[in-house]
C-alpha cells in the first residue's frame, strides 16, 4: 500500500517507522509549543494525507512521551477523505508544563482497515452471559 503525503510546509518530517515491523508511523511536530498543566494543544505536522479508501489513520500515543511527559492523545481518527492538516491533539496529564519542540516524535499513526457497517435499530439484543457488566464488573484478579 502507498501513503500518499503532502508537506504543507517545506521543514516537516514525513511519518515513519523507527523499526521494521513497527505498526505505528511516528508523528512530528512541526512548530515548538508548550502545553500548560491541565492544558490541551493542536500540535500542527506540517502534513496532509491520502488515506486510502477503506482504510483509517488512527492517532495514538508514543509510550515513552505518555509515560515520561504525561502527553496524553486526545482526539485520533483520520479518515480517508479528509485532506487537511493532520494535527496532534494533546493534553498534558503533569503538573508541570511541558514543551514540544519541533521536529520532535509526539505520537504516532496506524493505518487500519475499515468495516462498514448497516445500522439497525431493534428493540431487544440478544442475551449473554456478560450481559450488561462493565467498568469493573470482571472484578481484579
Request: glycine share 10%.
Given at each position: 500500500?502507498?501513503?500518499?503525503?503532502?508537506?504543507?510546509?517545506?521543514?516537516?518530517?514525513?511519518?515513519?517507522?523507527?523499526?521494521?515491523?513497527?505498526?505505528?508511523?511516528?508523528?512530528?511536530?512541526?512548530?515548538?509549543?508548550?502545553?500548560?498543566?491541565?492544558?490541551?494543544?493542536?500540535?500542527?505536522?506540517?502534513?496532509?494525507?491520502?488515506?486510502?479508501?477503506?482504510?483509517?489513520?488512527?492517532?495514538?500515543?508514543?509510550?515513552?512521551?505518555?509515560?515520561?511527559?504525561?502527553?496524553?492523545?486526545?482526539?485520533?481518527?483520520?479518515?480517508?477523505g479528509y485532506r487537511g492538516?493532520?494535527?496532534?491533539?494533546?493534553?498534558?496529564?503533569?503538573?508541570?508544563?511541558?514543551?514540544?519542540?519541533?521536529?520532535?516524535?509526539?505520537?504516532?499513526?496506524?493505518?487500519?482497515?475499515?468495516?462498514?457497517?448497516?445500522?439497525k435499530e431493534v428493540n431487544e439484543?440478544?442475551?449473554?452471559?456478560?450481559?450488561?457488566?462493565?467498568?469493573?464488573?470482571?472484578?481484579?484478579?
Open positions: 500500500m502507498i501513503l500518499k503525503v503532502k508537506k504543507l510546509h517545506s521543514d516537516a518530517i514525513l511519518p515513519s517507522y523507527a523499526h521494521p515491523g513497527d505498526a505505528g508511523l511516528d508523528m512530528y511536530s512541526n512548530e515548538t509549543v508548550t502545553i500548560e498543566p491541565g492544558q490541551a494543544h493542536k500540535v500542527k505536522t506540517g502534513i496532509a494525507f491520502e488515506i486510502p479508501d477503506g482504510y483509517v489513520g488512527l492517532i495514538w500515543d508514543k509510550s515513552g512521551v505518555a509515560f515520561n511527559h504525561k502527553l496524553k492523545t486526545l482526539s485520533g481518527v483520520i479518515d480517508s492538516e493532520a494535527m496532534l491533539s494533546l493534553i498534558n496529564l503533569s503538573n508541570t508544563p511541558c514543551t514540544i519542540e519541533k521536529g520532535h516524535k509526539v505520537s504516532q499513526m496506524l493505518i487500519q482497515k475499515v468495516e462498514t457497517v448497516e445500522v439484543l440478544s442475551e449473554t452471559k456478560r450481559g450488561e457488566g462493565g467498568f469493573g464488573s470482571t472484578g481484579r484478579k
